[in-house]
């Protein structure tokens, strides 16, 4: 999601103009804190559009002065955003102070916005015309205390900011689940498990081939569409060739579901090609559960060893939910609806970026990022970008280490759940 960075000195009404863009009152000035103390950052929207509004905060006049640390908000600004929004105070009319900033903000390549804001009153129309002297083109005039035009400023904001991939579409229709895994792992025989018991229920989707291509399944009171499940169904065990025409064949699956169930045998050896499969999983970004089959072979011994295997195996999806089952005898296969129920709804979680923000500022405060090459990177804030998979992106001034990644990620989900669902940590830096 694209981010709007809002400038200004102080008293020009930045906050009050912040809280009417949001759309709500209560939010004024009592900031959620942001990563570093002067930066806030919030979920914004705008017909339909989604942004994320940064607050470049309170400017402290710095031993350098004023001017000087405006400037430097500015200089920030435009690196980490994907528009800028400065606002001056008409009444008063463009100050020293506006002036360096705008001159900063001229040399932006990304759209700056100016908006003068106090215009409370008509009579001052000819004072916004004369913000045009700034350089930073047509000043919008609003009045944030009174809610004045703010509306052609948001169509001009949502304008400047780039197209977010249109994200979480709701996909109607049950929800589409791939069941995976290597040869003879028992997928045709939970299908059918799972279908059998409730033929009166179950129908097959018409696909472009002959064959039908899905399956509707009826599992806890509610109905999922297991895709591309032709081939499980008829058996389709061939010889030669048949591993590689399987990973295609796992690979267009998983990439036409939501969910996917991963088969393991529990009872052999956790294996080569359950890795790979397990590794196209993560790679896919879907929401997955990991049902251990054959359980029913399972004894006090190779439950012991099973342990180990997966400890070693799983570290890649160790946020996944387990389950027991057997597709011969029955066992446990109900209870994969609640995991997938389970992993669906962390797939489509989306945490709000001023909760997002104060939970990071607490565990960066707490844990600072390693220095590298003698620099400390800052995170200046964060926020969740996607979903389907979640994907949160951090606005750093450095490179964080893998390990310094993999602690957030584990500690987010300490923090937020996301049970059965990937998160990605994308860092961008800026500066
Ligand atoms: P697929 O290749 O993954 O579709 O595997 P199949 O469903 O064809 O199963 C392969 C073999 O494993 C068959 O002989 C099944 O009867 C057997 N099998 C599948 N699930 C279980 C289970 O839970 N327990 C036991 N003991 N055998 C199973």
């Known amino acids: 999601q694209p981010v709007l960075a809002v400038v200004g000195r102080p008293n020009v009404g930045k906050s009050t103009l912040v809280n009417r863009i949001l759309g709500r009152r209560e939010a004024v000035v009592q900031d959620t804190p942001g990563v570093t103390r002067d930066r806030v950052a919030y979920d914004a929207q705008w017909a339909g559009r989604r942004f994320t509004l940064v607050d470049t905060g309170g400017w402290e006049p710095s031993a350098t002065g004023l001017q000087a640390s405006v400037a ?49 009153d008509e009579r001052l129309m000819s004072d916004v015309a004369s913000l045009w002297s700034l350089g930073l083109g047509e000043p919008y005039p609003v009045s944030a205390l009174h809610g004045r035009s703010s509306g052609d400023l948001l169509d001009a904001i949502v304008n400047a900011l780039p197209e977010a991939p249109r994200e979480g579409a709701v996909v109607a229709g049950p929800r589409r689940v791939a069941l995976v895994g290597k040869p003879n792992v028992g997928k045709s025989s939970l299908l059918n498990k799972l ?84 590794t196209s999983v993560v790679e896919s970004g879907r929401a997955c559960v990991l049902a251990l089959n054959k359980w029913d072979l399972v004894d006090e011994d190779r439950r012991y060893q099973l342990e180990k295997e997966l400890d070693r195996g799983l570290v890649r999806v160790t946020w996944a939910e387990r389950v ?22 962390s797939w489509d979680q989306r945490v709000p970026t001023g909760q997002l923000n104060s939970w990071l500022s607490e565990l960066i405060a707490a844990t600072p990022p390693p220095v590298r090459g003698g620099k400390q990177p800052k995170v200046l804030f964060a926020t969740q970008a996607g979903i389907r998979p979640p994907t949160l992106v951090l606005f750093t001034t450095g490179f964080l280490e893998a390990g310094y990644r993999r602690f957030i990620e584990r500690k987010f989900r300490e923090r937020f759940g996301f049970e059965g669902s990937p998160v990605r940590i994308n860092v961008r830096v800026r500066e």
């Open 72 to 120: 430097a908000q500015a200089e920030l600004a435009m690196k980490t955003a994907d528009a800028v929004l400065v606002v001056v105070d008409a009444s008063v009319g463009a100050t020293a102070t506006d002036e360096a900033v705008a001159k900063v903000l001229r040399r932006s390549k990304r759209p700056v916005l100016l908006a003068a804001n106090k215009v409370d």
């Open 195 to 278: 279908t059998g018991e409730q033929r009166s229920v179950v129908d097959s989707v018409a696909g472009t081939t002959v064959d039908p291509v899905d399956s509707l399944v009826e599992l806890d009171g509610q109905v999922w569409r297991f895709v591309d499940t032709a081939g499980l169904r008829k058996r389709v065990h061939t010889a030669s060739g048949a591993e590689y025409y399987a990973s295609l064949r796992t690979k267009a699956a998983i990439d036409s579901s939501e969910v996917v169930i991963v088969l393991l045998d529990a009872s052999e050896p956790l294996s080569e090609q359950d890795l790979r499969v397990l």
């Open 324 to 345: 027991n089952i057997s597709a011969l005898t029955g066992r446990a296969v109900r209870k994969l609806a609640p995991s997938l129920r389970t992993a669906l709804s």
